[in-house]
């Protein structure tokens, strides 16, 4: 079974503090995703990752694609209030038709 | 932008009545999934269609079934709606399906809130 497991799974920190989020697995994927879902809306994408090492730069949001492409990583720097929400890895394990979502990590930041 | 829309925000349906979930994408896109969230259990695949008239099941199609009679329209039906379908439903859309290409992101609408009471 392919799994993406995001850590952690909550996060409530201080508005301008800075934050980091996994999303790991045992398979290889041949991109990842990163959403950012507000209550009661859908996920909405933020970026995509596709090179094995690839970093990009979303204003104050910089994501991460492991070398092997089996994980990813989000890093806010000074988090706001508006960053809120649950935050979702997701991607197609290569050489299926899948496409597997992570467990989510929900983000709360406080002013 | 990718336009995704739900025909509903919120619903309250009885048990056993037949409902409807309606969406519509505006950007021409092959493919379109349902899929339902909830707590602890996270986005769960239900259907989906790589073109029009054709769909295949997801993880959890029980008690579920869709209809894509147009490329811009994928519809969840619930035969006989129970309270243990009360969830956020989620459409999507996305240009390429999974296989087909790297890169692979998927377009959302607002949801649909549904109570099966």
């Known amino acids: 079974t392919q799994l993406l497991e995001q850590s952690p799974q909550f996060l409530s920190i201080q508005e301008g503090e800075n934050l980091t989020v996994y999303c790991n697995s045992s398979?290889?994927?041949?991109?990842l995703q990163w959403y950012r879902q507000e209550p009661g809306e859908g996920p909405v994408l933020l970026v995509t990752v596709v090179t094995g090492g690839e970093v990009k730069k979303l204003k104050r949001l910089t994501f991460q694609f492991g070398d092997a492409r089996k994980d990813s990583s989000l890093h806010i720097t000074a988090a706001q209030p508006g960053d809120t929400g649950l935050y979702l890895c997701a991607g197609p394990p290569s050489g299926t038709y899948k496409y597997i979502f992570g467990t989510g990590t929900r983000l709360k930041v406080l002013a | 932008d990718v336009k995704v829309t739900q025909s509903s925000r919120y619903l309250v349906k009885r048990t056993g009545e037949k409902v409807f979930l309606e969406c519509v994408q505006d950007?021409?896109?092959?493919?379109m999934f349902w899929y339902r969230q909830d707590p602890g259990l996270g986005l769960r695949l239900i259907y989906f269609?790589?073109?029009?008239?054709?769909?295949e099941k997801g993880d959890i199609p029980e008690g579920y079934s869709v209809s894509r009679e147009k490329k811009e329209r994928f519809s969840l039906i619930l035969e006989s709606a129970s309270t243990n379908q009360t969830s956020m439903y989620l459409c999507?859309?996305?240009?390429?399906?999974?296989?087909?290409?790297?890169?692979?992101?998927?377009?959302f609408g607002p949801g649909t809130r549904l109570t099966v009471t």
């Open positions: 269609s790589y073109d029009v008239k054709m769909k």
């Open positions: 999507a859309s996305s240009l390429e399906g999974p296989g087909l290409a790297d890169t692979y992101e998927q377009y």
């Open positions: 950007m021409d896109h092959e493919n």
């Open positions: 398979s290889v994927f041949s991109s």
